[in-house]
């Protein structure tokens, strides 16, 4: 049997627990019956321990299910960063995976890229550690207020205004639905959001995304940008995990 | 504990220095050079050069203290991104763009009838710029900075001039304009035992190499080769004065295992940069200093300014090899340098021209159009970024009393206020910002580009909330950095600019602490019982 790399570092056991809280979370958070709900469970663990190649699945069902099922993976994506950001921090964690999730794909339809390249666990570490140490252009932004805080308010507003405007949550919008609702929260004039100002969250986690997909070893050479660093950094970011590369 | 609250005192020093920055280390050098005890609390981490890691994400670190200051007003300061935590502080991580002011600079009201004059000439401050250009190491061409005041030329030649910058001096040329190489406290070649510089641009990071004079490898270990010792996460949280006020005895500070301890001196330096120097003068307050100390005028902590900035960007035709060079840029041109522009505000601007540019981080290639997302920005990363090529206005700003460090009801983990920092620019600077920035757009154009964009207008440099001046009912220090209203209480830094031109500050303020420490240790028998 081949695991993928998040279910052997998770080990599968664990990685079954996981991926079932997860999965009521998310499915819950949809509105999806049980059944059904425990349909996509069944298919994140499948996917999750790579017993089932992810085309055999989209090809089973309707296009929203199959919304469903890509986020899946960004539930799968969203509990590595669950298990990193523990596991590098002492301190807690102060994203849900339901949260983190909705970040990763907040964050993905800003910058292209930024999931894969682990933008979840880039914020989340940063928040788990503590706010001298932190390296968020949020940092540098002069926010006051709890940094955390900050995300949790930001990503919950985004909720709210996706179930207003489409009825269903951030992670179940189409792309052109997440486009456009991203270049609302941009403007900074959104109606009835309630969080930090709109424009601010944007440009914030913008500012993150494209630091893990352009501002690594790896993002210059996605740019084919000679990195030249007189000091390498051992790792992408403070707190990353190990996997990870520069 | 003591019934003061504390769990210790230290052993008398001569010196107490708030702050390893760049000027509180110069302090600490000439002091424990002319034979002083010298102890330098520093409220951050010590900092050494193997810990400067290559990259905007990781060096985020040594930048501010977040939590301690909230900004507010119309045009809100950068307070974290222009400050520093550690040692060698803001410096750490500055852009090494040296300039003298000029010496219209100083004589703003006289000359101009704004702001106010400083309480000395270009001339008083010049012998200082020169000696500590050698210290340092400068480099650059004296003789093409056509705008130059009178000084000794530089030590070193100038760093070298890459794509970008000879794209974006053809835009000035064609404009009738004149660049000169960039004034910068970076090895143009092997100085002093430091290396030169590679030109990888990551100054921004904090040099780790040596060939940038951060306080690291310039008086920090000079410092303490003279016997200053210098104590890192301790922060000072109070200057204690004696009981009529007239003088400083010492510090309060926390150290990093919580003991709270008062170091006895018989000189208080405070270097602690723009927002921290007040925001401790102001939480000092005692009975004979209801308002805080040195604050008897009511102007400590008022009127802190900020230069009037703004990236002009340009894509190019070609790629423009902006990952190389450092990050202050390549030129330089003042030829707007002059107060009277004849466009309907007073005051100068200069040009740093062709920075060396990241992908990312708030001055990065992505951060400079915000408004791109999705496929529109991977395009743009993709078919642009290598494309760019960028230069930033400094523009000169003038202190209004309304701006400035307040403290609030909150308090940090040391028991100390936290601090308000509210600022909107002038109405001169909204002027000078549109004319210059619009310029800007027509030189890159004028040097082939292809489409061009900006950035906002923001805050460069934290400048004044301590001026310095002859009128103690107009000013907090006088010539030297000495409170008006504490006899061996001090003041370094950039706080004491009653105006700063529109050149980057490090100088100016280093030449500035030079000055003062030289008065005090040749007047100490007058200065200190």
Known sequence: MRLSPWAAALGVKTARLVVCKVSEILLGAVGLDAPLAWRFVGWGMMNGLGLMKKQQVLGAFDPRRRRVLKHMSLIGAAAVTYREAVAGSRAGLSLDIARLARLSAWAETLVPGAEAAGVANFIAAQLAAPRQSACLTL????????????????????????????????????????????????????????????????????????????????????????YRAHIAPVRPWPGAWRGRRS | MSRHGRDA??????????????????????????????????????????????????????????????????NPLGVNFNTGQGSGGAALHHYACWFRLHPEDFEMKSRHGVA????????????????????????????????????????????????????????????????????????????????????????????????????????????????????????????????????????????????????????????????????????????????????????????????????????????????????????????????????????????????????NDLLGIAGGRPDLFGAALTRFMAEDASHVGSMTLVGESLPLAQNGVELTEGRDGFGMPLARVVHRFDDNAVRLHAHGTAEGQEILRAAGATSVWQGPMVGMHLLGGAAMGRDPAYSVTDEFGVLHDVANLVVAGPSLFPTGGSVNPTFTATALADRAATHLIEHWGNMVR
């Open chain 2, 9 to 74: 005192a230290f052993p008398p020093v001569d010196v107490v220095i708030v702050g390893a920055g760049q000027t509180g280390s110069l302090m600490a050098e000439r002091f424990a050079r002319s034979g002083k005890r010298v102890v330098v609390f520093e409220a951050g981490p010590e900092r050494r050069l193997q810990q400067l890691v290559s990259s905007q994400i990781w060096s985020r670190a040594l930048k501010g203290t977040p939590g301690v200051a909230t900004t507010e007003g119309a």
């Open chain 2, 116 to 359: 106010s004059d400083w309480p000395f000439g270009y001339e008083a401050l010049r012998p200082f710029y020169d000696r500590v250009q050698v210290e340092v190491g400068l480099s650059g061409d004296a003789g093409a900075e056509f705008w130059r005041p009178p000084g000794d030329p530089y030590p070193m030649p100038p760093l070298p001039v890459f794509r970008q910058g000879e794209i974006i001096a053809r835009g000035f040329a064609a404009r009738g304009l004149k660049t000169a190489p960039l004034p910068l406290a970076i090895n143009s070649v092997p100085y002093r035992g430091r290396p030169a510089c590679i030109y990888d641009g990551w100054c921004d990071a904090g040099c780790p190499t040596g060939a940038l004079a951060n306080p690291l490898v310039t008086y920090l270990p000079l410092a303490r080769e003279h016997g200053a010792r210098v104590v890192h996460d301790a922060r000072v949280t109070r200057i204690v004065t004696s009981n009529d006020g007239t003088r400083a005895v010492g510090a309060e500070v926390v150290l990093r295992d919580g003991r709270r301890v008062f170091q006895s001196a018989g000189l208080v330096v405070v270097a602690g940069f723009a927002m921290e120097t007040p925001r401790l003068l102001l939480a000092s307050a005692t009975s004979a200093h209801g308002r805080g100390l040195g604050n008897s005028s009511g102007l400590l902590g008022k009127g802190l300014y900020s230069h009037a900035a703004c990236t002009v960007f340009g894509r190019f035709p070609e790629q423009t090899d902006n990952h190389l060079g450092v990050s202050g840029g390549q030129l330089v041109c003042q030829d707007r340098y002059g107060k009277q522009q004849g466009a309907g505000f007073i005051g100068g601007y200069q040009w740093l021209i062709a920075h060396a540019l990241r992908p």
């Open chain 1, 139 to 226: 940092r540098y932004l002069d926010w006051a207020g709890d940094f955390p805080d900050f995300y949790r308010r930001g990503l919950d507003a985004l909720e709210r205004s996706a179930m207003a405007t489409h009825g269903r949550g951030f992670v179940m919008l189409a792309d052109a639905d997440r486009a456009a609702l991203a270049g609302r929260v941009a403007s900074g004039s959104i109606d009835g959001w309630q969080g930090p100002p709109a424009g601010l969250f944007y440009f914030a986690v913008r500012s993150d995304a494209v630091d893990v997909v352009y501002g690594t070893v790896q993002g210059f050479a996605r740019l084919n940008v000679p």
